[in-house]
């Protein structure tokens, strides 16, 4: 309507009219969007800066245009953790630390994967920790500590989330209650697969759970499952022509950071930028897609420098020129801000500086840009 | 608009940050005997309380946990009376004084006897004023501790009353930790524990000693908390990281008390295709996003610059190093090529190369530059000298002279011979009415003062004069805008400078952002040429606006760097890419080949 008013009085009409059947034509050609976020956790700015010092080729991180900064504080500590970190993403409200998917008052909250499950999207998580663990249990799970993973654990059974990969069987079938939730995956008609990564079963939800608890870290072998991962849940989700939401968890990026591990940090940002090139494939193909980047916060106080050794001959410290070094000066989260990266449809609502929270409502005004009627 | 929702605010501070705070806190090195260097490790990290546990066995004093870890030359005269004798023979020139806490393991009286024979043993140490003896762990009644020699002081680890020649003997007061929280030393403790140590320490701290829990947890996040909570000696198996912690700590943190005034851009550019002719180029010096994230939590949450929408990333690397410096990095914006550290204005084979002000006073534009740092600093000469070191002040002064510049404004008169091509201006107020053809501001002989230091609103009334007068002249203009000084908080690891220089320069952002609104056309770019410190902040508390920053580094880093634009054309400089880009972007949005 703002619009018209700029426009000269008598050309209203012509210009309603037009503007009616631009409107009426883009109903008819609007595809519901695809999303798919990507949580670095414990992903700040040097953190991303690695991939540009360490990888072999330009980093992925490098094709993107839109990039914004995300302010992450809690409602009880402005250092956030996963929890309440992702929490805000999946819900739009800040809350708590140790929160997973509950509000600051400890009330359930919709999580923008249930909401969209009523709009008839098909769902995926990806993550490396245990899928019961803070960052992917915030989309489908609400308890009111993060610890309660056997909990968490009944909440995903369910959840009805069509593809599922991560770690953590030992939350599933050596319960202290003694249940199997296998056996009620299984009833749900799911596939399970706690071996390998296998391909998936095509009418059937997909449930990969591939170690006790964590996977493990790059350094110690993990080999290329993120990337795998994700293509098989990209291959997997758009084989059907309904539109989906994945999230993606780069997990150990943090888990780098608190073990104050340069070289575990720098392998874990490699691999999470090569599951972005993976999505950014997907996006040439599927231009219906929007990739959100994002971490809940920094971890370590990271930052890349000059890297100092020793004159093994003087004893005295040097500047070796053609080497960098990241230095943290502690193992805990910080409260700088943490950047966000947009491509695909949608992608110009994430310029700007904005609270973590934000980020969850402009997921939902790009989804309703593409024509999904959501609160 | 940031941290709007926010109310419930770092409890510790409020409860006990302000109100009993150690004067000196000190480090406590727990079980020193294990370290790799026992004693001497402690002692040269400053540590001021060092803790042998000592075992009688054989009539000999074993320094060590239980019987079956005693070593025969590990003895408490080995380890720590022979050291302590050096120390005086070797003239050390201690300062400190330095507690030995002997933990005593087997029967009190008997171990408590041979220790003061051994110490007896060596009258210089009898007769030295630094170290002192504190009797722990298994100890007599202190009934008993009058009777033991002046040499010889407890660690009392009760809170039961003492007669006041009891507490005479009494050196400090240690408690266990464990008995009042389980706390792990991350985030901070739980509603329920901080009351019940908060108390314990209050009633402790009645006996008007020195205090000390052991058991805590050996993080910083733990070091913070038991140094504003009032404890006196920092328990921790980390002598040295414990001690360049807390000895930082007031330099690390601040309490803010400037502010920017936050002003909502109209962004009236917006769909409109509007040919840019002013360019508008703020650097802040060493302005990373953890120092952006700093100021804006200082500033209540929010700044003028971050209300601005299109931002991107820059990698700063230079020809010759990793981490760039201002030499550098604002010769890559300025030339369009990267070079190597220390040169300015030519590439890295040492040739000149025509510079952005150089380039556009061509074109008709007027040219200008304001900085906080000397006028021949880094960062000012890029825009307009070409000399192989930055150190070349001479040099660089005479480039100013044949300049093209129209304006400038900084710091560092007594380095300039005469410039008779400018008019010097005398007051910042009288800058933007001026009608002289090249103009010129001098804020100071040498280098220019700190915020903290008193320098005021000059860097702000200095943009608005300075983008005022430029306008007059009726033509485009091109102006470098510098905030030098965030890169010297960085430096010198000082979290209030960068804090107080990153909020004024957000006051003169304000006034470029203000300028843009009344002058369509303008278009205005906010960067940095590099991180200094490798800056972050683990702590603080947005109610007080206080930030503890932590370092990494006194030098620079290479971590990626924010830019921000405003204006027509301002989303050519979204997207992630190398610094020289800046000057290549800024032809091209002006159609300048």
Not at chain 2, 361 to 386: C, L, M, Q, R, W
């Amino acid at each position: 309507m703002k619009f018209i008013y700029t426009i000269t009085k008598s050309y209203k009409v012509i210009l309603l009219s037009l503007l009616l059947s631009t409107a009426l034509f883009k109903a008819q050609t609007q595809k519901p969007l695809n999303i798919i976020f990507m949580i670095g956790d414990g992903m700040g700015v040097s953190q991303v800066t690695s991939a540009f010092y360490f990888g072999n080729s330009e980093p992925n991180f490098q094709k993107f245009k839109i990039v914004g900064l995300s302010e992450t504080s809690s409602t009880s500590d402005w250092v956030t953790d996963s929890a309440a970190g992702a929490t805000a993403l999946s819900t739009g409200e800040k809350t708590y630390k140790r929160a997973i998917g509950v509000n600051k008052d400890s009330i359930a909250l919709p999580t923008i994967l249930e909401q969209l499950q009523k709009k008839n999207y098909q769902t995926g998580l990806i993550s490396l920790t245990s899928i019961t663990h803070a960052t992917p249990a915030s989309y489908y799970a609400h308890v009111k500590d993060r610890d309660l993973h056997e909990d968490i654990a009944l909440d995903l059974v369910k959840a009805n989330v069509n593809f599922l990969a991560g770690g953590g069987l030992k939350f599933f079938n050596k319960r202290k209650d003694g249940k199997n939730l296998l056996n009620d995956f299984a009833k749900l008609n799911y596939n399970i697969d706690t071996l390998k990564l296998s391909k998936p079963v095509n009418n059937k939800n997909n449930f990969y759970l591939l170690a006790q608890d964590e996977m493990p870290n790059k350094v110690q072998g993990r080999g290329d499952f993120l990337p795998e991962a994700t293509q098989t849940a990209l291959d997997y989700l758009s084989k059907n022509k309904k539109p989906f939401f994945l999230m993606v968890e780069g997990s150990f990026i943090d888990w780098g950071g608190h073990a104050k591990d340069g070289e575990m940090m720098v392998k874990e940002v490699l691999d999470f930028d090569k599951t972005i090139g993976v999505v950014m494939e997907f996006i040439k193909e599927n231009p219906n897609t929007l990739l959100v980047v994002t971490a809940d916060h920094e971890t370590g106080g990271a930052s890349i420098g000059k890297f100092i050794e020793k004159d093994p001959a003087t004893g005295k410290e040097k500047n070796t020129k053609d080497k960098v070094q990241i230095n943290f000066i502690d193992n805990q989260h910080t409260a700088a801000l943490v950047p966000v990266f947009a491509m695909g449809k949608g992608e110009e609502l994430f310029s700007g500086v904005y609270p973590n929270n934000t980020i969850y409502h402009k997921l939902i005004n790009a989804l309703k840009k593409s024509g999904i009627k959501i609160k | 608009m940031l941290f709007k929702n926010y109310k419930v605010v770092f409890l510790l501070f409020l409860l006990i940050g302000i109100n009993i705070s150690a004067q000196n806190p000190k480090a406590h090195s727990h079980n020193d005997y294990e370290q790799k260097i026992p004693f001497w490790y402690a002692l040269g990290a400053g540590a001021q309380s060092i803790e042998a546990d000592v075992i009688l066995e054989n009539n000999e004093l074993f320094v060590a946990h239980d019987k079956k870890s005693i070593s025969k030359e590990k003895t408490f005269e080995n380890l720590y009376l022979k050291p302590i004798e050096q120390t005086s023979d070797m003239n050390l020139n201690l300062q400190q004084p330095v507690q030995i806490l002997i933990d005593i393991k087997t029967d009190a009286t008997t171990t408590l006897r041979k220790i003061i024979s051994e110490i007896q043993k060596h009258p210089k140490i009898i007769n030295q004023k630094i170290f002192s003896f504190v009797i722990s762990g298994n100890q007599p009644k202190p009934e008993e501790f009058i009777s033991y020699p002046e040499f010889i002081k407890f660690d009392y680890q009760n809170l039961k009353n003492l007669t006041p020649q009891q507490l005479e003997k009494v050196a400090l007061i240690s408690l266990n930790f464990k008995q009042y929280s389980g706390w792990n030393g991350k985030g901070g403790l739980t509603e329920e524990d901080l009351p019940k140590v908060t108390n314990i320490i209050k009633e402790a701290k009645s006996f008007k000693k020195p205090i000390r829990f052991w058991a805590i947890p050996d993080s910083k996040t733990s070091w913070n908390f038991f140094v504003n909570a009032g404890v006196d000696y920092i328990n921790t198996d980390k002598p040295k990281d414990c001690v360049e912690y807390i000895s930082t700590l007031k330099t690390r943190t601040f309490k803010n008390n400037i502010f920017s005034e936050v002003y909502t851009p109209k962004f009236l550019y917006k769909n409109k295709n509007i040919p840019v002719k002013n360019v508008i180029l703020l650097i802040g010096d060493g302005n990373g996003l953890s120092q952006i994230s700093s100021s804006v939590l200082a500033n209540n949450g929010q700044l003028t610059l971050t209300q601005l929408k299109n931002i991107g990333l820059i990698k700063t690397s230079s020809t010759d190093n990793f981490s760039t410096d201002s030499a550098a990095g604002a010769s890559a914006f300025a030339t369009g090529k990267k070079t190597k550290n220390r040169f300015i204005g030519i590439d890295s084979d040492g040739k000149a190369i025509e510079n952005i002000t150089e380039i556009l006073s061509k074109k008709g534009f007027n040219t200008g530059v304001i900085t906080t740092d000397e006028i021949i600093g880094a960062t000012p000469s890029a825009f307009y000298a070409h000399q192989k070191d930055r150190g070349m002040e001479k040099e660089i002064a005479e480039d100013l002279s044949k300049s093209k510049l129209t304006f400038f404004a900084a710091g560092g008169k007594s380095k300039v011979s005469d410039i008779p091509q400018f008019t010097i201006a005398e007051t910042p107020e009288s800058i933007g009415k001026n009608k002289a053809q090249r103009l010129a501001y001098y804020m100071s002989d040498n280098a220019v003062p700190s915020i903290l230091k008193g320098r005021g609103n000059i860097l702000s009334d200095l943009v608005e004069n300075g983008l005022q007068y430029l306008n007059s002249k009726n033509k485009p203009f091109f102006i470098m805008i510098e905030a030098a000084q965030i890169d010297s908080g960085g430096h010198s690891n000082n979290t209030g400078t960068i804090v107080t220089e990153g909020i004024d320069f957000d006051r003169a952002i304000t006034k470029a952002v203000q300028f843009a609104d009344q002058n369509p056309g303008t278009l205005i770019i906010i960067t940095a040429d590099h991180e200094t410190g490798g800056f972050s902040i683990p702590h603080g508390d947005l109610q007080t606006n206080t930030i503890e920053g932590d370092f990494t580094t006194e030098d620079h880093s290479a971590t990626l760097i924010p830019v921000f634009s405003y204006g027509p054309q301002s989303e050519t400089f979204i997207g992630v890419y190398e610094n020289n880009e800046i000057f290549h972007k800024i032809l091209k949005v002006l159609k300048i080949k």
